[in-house]
């Protein structure tokens, strides 16, 4: 009897722990599922491919595509050729090269009619003084004759005074700022 007992006793302990054997079939079992898994996946993955390039190419897309590359790169060696043309062209034409000239000759146009100007602004003070104190006399006589008339005039004479005298003052400005502008753009240029 005492036999009964112990196979009894180790039946209830194999039922209640998991033997090594079964736990290796188990994670085999758990491992070809998951290989199956993935083939499947593989399987789909690689199918839905196969029909997506079947339909690109079948669609045409991707030949529209290279062509619209081509025709990209065509226009833009084209644009990049028309370029070296044209500024060769400039160049061999030697537009900028005369534009500088005329440039320099218009600037010395323009300093050479300040300096006139500037002549001319230092020319106003000196004879408008004569032409004042002659009009002063011109105006004395008349006034003799037409009373009335004289306080307008000698009004007019003054303010003709001061303002070829503001006018002389600001010719000479004038000419100074574009001198010294002058000056500047040749420093620039050494």
Same mark, same amino acid.
């Given at each position: 009897m005492r036999r009964r007992s112990t196979s009894a006793s180790t039946s209830t302990r194999s039922s209640k722990a998991v033997t090594p054997d079964a736990q290796l079939k188990n994670? $085999? @079992?758990q491992t070809a599922k998951a290989i199956k898994n993935a083939a499947k996946t593989i399987q789909q993955t690689a199918i839905s491919t196969r029909e997506a390039v079947k339909a690109f190419? @079948? =669609?045409g897309a991707l030949m529209e595509l290279a062509e =619209? &590359?081509?025709v990209a790169a065509t226009a833009a060696k084209n644009? $990049?050729?028309d370029a070296k043309n044209t500024t060769r062209e400039l160049r061999d034409s030697h537009v900028a090269a005369e534009t500088a000239n005329a440039i320099e000759q218009s600037l010395s146009s323009v300093e050479e009619t300040s &300096?006139?100007?500037k002549q001319t602004a230092a020319q106003l003070p000196k004879s408008a003084p004569k032409t004042t104190r002659r009009a002063k006399k011109i105006i004395n006589r008349i006034t003799a004759s037409t009373k009335p008339t004289a306080p307008r005039t000698r009004k007019t004479l003054a303010n003709g005074k001061t303002k070829a005298q503001k006018e002389s003052k600001r010719l000479q400005r004038k000419t100074k700022t574009v001198i010294t502008q002058k000056q500047k753009k040749k420093r620039r240029s050494k």
């Open positions: 994670k $085999a @079992e190419n @079948e =669609s =619209s &590359v081509q644009t $990049a050729q &300096v006139i100007a």
